[in-house]
């Protein structure tokens, strides 16, 4: 693979890196203010994609449970979903998460979390 090759293909995947990280949606309403997500963005490192983020519990309880949805979209129409289980967040608390995308076949799709539930 000569040099212009590479550059190309370094293009292409920033050009799908923008894409994915724009079409990032969230479906918390602004009357949820007990929970928040924060900081969700794409990493590319060594050919393997993830989307780390934040929950961060505003309220004064301790959330027992939380579950976030992740709903993946392709143009042609095919979807997957992923899930991310997080255990007892204190209240003020900031917990990671990661959605790790190993498996997706196709170099673009729409992405958007799709579900937040937590007890």
Known sequence: MNAK???????????????????LKFTLSDNDKEIKIDNLELVIENGTRSI?????????KTIKYAEIELHMIHDYGI?????????????????????Y???????????KISKVEYK
Do not use: A, H, Q
């Open 5 to 23: 090759e590479k550059i190309i293909i370094i293009i292409i995947s920033l050009l799908i890196s923008v894409s994915i990280m724009l079409s």
């Open 52 to 60: 780390p983020g934040y929950i961060i519990n505003n309220s004064d």
């Open 79 to 99: 979807t997957r979903t992923e899930t991310c289980k997080i255990g007892k967040i204190e209240p003020g608390e900031k917990c990671r998460f990661t959605f």
């Open 101 to 111: 995308l190993f498996y997706l076949e196709f170099d673009y799709c729409n992405v």
